[in-house]
């Protein structure tokens, strides 16, 4: 794997023009974050009526036998004219709980690449590049001669660049176990952004962050007002660009003394057939029994241990140690 220090070394060699930057454990997920804008979707209802709060009936029950998570980790290196290149790692793995304890499934996916806009830097530099990194090289300008030169739009579309190669590899483990096994996946973030993965009734994705949020006016209310144990009424997501899945919100912990979004979580799973939209209740109970389940043991010391199930911290663990 490619390390910071060893990059800059190798673009000092190649391009003397080039400005190290400093390196160290700060990231730009860390100053990026909060980059999209929040926003309000008004939801089309899977469950009849109005969206409204409904308590979770039946005591939590473990249902999962495996969870996904991928991490990413980018940093400028070097400067070339003022023109950020940045260094981005991706990891993905799937670990299976067998007896009480956790085993990787399958192999782990991981991948480190330079990332730089090719319209920005001098054609002598973007040649000297990729002689050096070959497919590791990636054009975050995608060719456009009317990139924005502000550094950090650049770094910006960096990021974004590194989120999507991790993506691609969680949906590459993603779609091997749908294709392979039958039991309950948990995937840490939505389901959509893969075809395979979002009619499969194997993956179950469960979203953390909220900068969008599927209701607007007394839907909203209802969702913020959620209780521990509480579930919204099952609803469905759409985009242009992805699968439509059926979705609903799920309060983990109890919000007393914390903001509205303590503990809350959005819940996707396979978009239900025309004869089976009358059900979709059901199933949004069973879904919801199982991740209630793994709320324990906490996720501790993460920060996120309100939203987060300890499935999905192992995976970050054993991704942290093996990067």
Excluded: N
Excluded at 168 to 174: M, Q
Excluded at 206 to 231: F, I, N, P, Q
Excluded at 283 to 299: F, G, K, N, Q, T
Excluded at 309 to 314: L, T
Aim: proline share 6%; hydrophobic share 40%; net charge neutral.
């Amino acid at each position: 794997m490619l390390t910071a220090r060893t990059v800059q070394r190798q673009l000092a060699a190649l391009l003397p023009e080039c400005r190290p930057a400093g390196t160290g454990d700060s990231t730009l997920e860390i100053a990026g974050q909060g980059m999209d804008a929040p926003r309000l979707i008004s939801a089309t209802m899977l469950e009849g009526g109005p969206l409204c709060r409904r308590l979770v009936p039946g005591a939590p029950t473990p249902g999962f036998r495996a969870f996904l998570d991928g991490t990413q980790r980018s940093e400028v290196v070097s400067y070339v004219a003022g023109v950020p290149l940045v260094l981005g790692h991706t990891a993905a793995v799937i670990r299976e709980r067998r007896a009480g304890r956790m085993y990787t499934w399958g192999a782990p996916l991981s991948a480190s690449r330079v990332y730089g806009p090719r319209m920005m830097l001098a054609r002598a530099a973007w040649a000297t590049l990729a002689a050096a990194y070959g497919d590791a090289l990636v054009d975050t300008s995608d060719g456009d001669a009317d990139v924005t030169s502000h550094p950090l739009a650049l770094r910006d579309a960096a990021i974004h660049r590194v989120q999507g190669h991790r993506e691609a590899l969680e949906w590459r483990l993603a779609e091997a176990w749908c294709q392979r096994e039958d039991d309950p996946l948990f995937i840490d973030g939505g389901i959509s952004g893969s075809e395979a993965v979002a009619v499969s009734p194997a993956t179950i994705g469960v979203v953390k962050s909220h900068r969008t949020l599927y209701a607007e006016g007394d839907a909203l209310v209802e969702v913020l007002s959620l209780a521990h144990r509480e579930r919204s009424s099952v609803f469905r997501v759409t985009s242009p660009k992805r699968t439509t899945v059926a979705s609903w919100y799920l309060r983990l912990r109890d919000p007393e003394g914390h903001d509205p979004m303590w503990g809350l979580i959005r819940v996707e799973s396979a978009h239900p057939s025309a004869d089976a939209v009358d059900r979709i209740g059901e199933r949004a109970d069973e879904v919801s029994r199982w991740i209630l389940a793994e709320s324990s043991p906490l996720a501790l010391p993460d920060a996120r241990w309100d939203k987060m199930v300890y499935g999905i911290r192992d995976c970050e663990e054993f991704l942290r140690a093996t990067r």
